[in-house]
């Protein structure tokens, strides 16, 4: 068993390389995706487990918070939360918290991956993708260094009303949204999206991607794919992709990634 593990929801690449760069700095560390079932929820001979993931409309991606309970923690294990969002934390930290107590608990922003909302540089505070990139790896190292001095977080992590709220209208305006995915004809039916999408919502039908309903809004599909051949309504149509630099569609798909 590695000395310390990760457990990682992303979309974007924002979080798996936040993950990475504070595994670069803790050492033999097991990071483990989140995007369907964890393929490693037994943690308890690890010294250290983290947990890295979005906020999406306030709340949690789909799933997530059955995978918080899903792993297993010994007693007195130095346990850590990291929250990325645009702009605010949302629900996500408490939530976990509340299952698995922190010890030590941060917030990372980044670049905005919800393009039929916002343009991707929309964040807090607002600059550029190169910019971004560049902050959160310095604040993921500090993170990083941190987790590894067993700072401990003077409070609890909190959960506003309104968050509550928006979180839980969260799934079905994914869904009404998951209706306007289409694919244009620049597809050639590489099959990645397929591979990408946690919760099998997407086959290749007649040489095109075709869309379901069960969609968590995670936009892996759109933002890595090659061609920008997926569309979620007009105004994707006319905003820049945003993934992250570091992170490959093919590291998405991986179930445990080790950092030694």
């Not at 905005?112 to 916002?118: A, E, P």
């Not at 977080?153 to 309104?162: L, W």
Request: hydrophobic share 40%.
């Amino acid at each position: 068993m590695s000395t310390n593990t990760i457990y990682v929801f992303s979309g974007s690449g924002n979080c798996l390389d936040i993950a990475k760069n504070i595994a670069k700095k803790l050492g033999d560390t097991d990071i483990v995706l989140m995007r369907g079932a964890p393929e490693k929820t037994d943690a308890t001979d690890s010294e250290r487990v983290g947990f890295v993931f979005p906020c999406y409309a306030g709340g949690l991606p789909g799933g997530v918070e059955e995978s918080f309970r899903a792993v297993k923690i010994a007693p007195g294990t130095y346990t850590f939360g990291v929250a990325s969002c645009a702009a605010y934390p949302g629900v996500g930290l408490s939530v976990l918290d509340s299952i698995h107590k922190l010890d030590y608990w941060n917030v990372v922003t980044h670049q905005c991956s919800c393009i039929w909302l916002f343009p991707h540089d929309l964040m807090m505070p607002k600059m550029g993708a190169e910019k971004a990139q560049e902050r959160s790896e310095r604040l993921a190292a500090l993170i990083g260094a941190e987790v590894l001095g067993g700072v401990r977080s003077a409070k609890a992590p909190k959960a506003n009303a309104f968050n509550k709220v928006e979180a839980s209208a969260w799934p079905t305006l994914s869904k009404k949204k998951a209706a306007k995915l289409r694919s244009t004809e620049a597809c050639v039916a590489c099959g990645q999206c397929v591979q990408l999408c946690p919760k099998g919502n997407i086959r290749i039908e007649d040489g095109r991607a075709v869309f379901g309903s069960d969609c968590i809004g995670c936009l892996a599909c759109l933002q890595y794919c090659p061609q920008e051949a997926i569309n979620m309504g007009g105004v994707t149509v006319k905003r820049e992709r945003y993934h992250n630099p570091k992170v490959s569609a093919a590291e998405l798909m991986q179930k445990i990634i080790h950092v030694e």
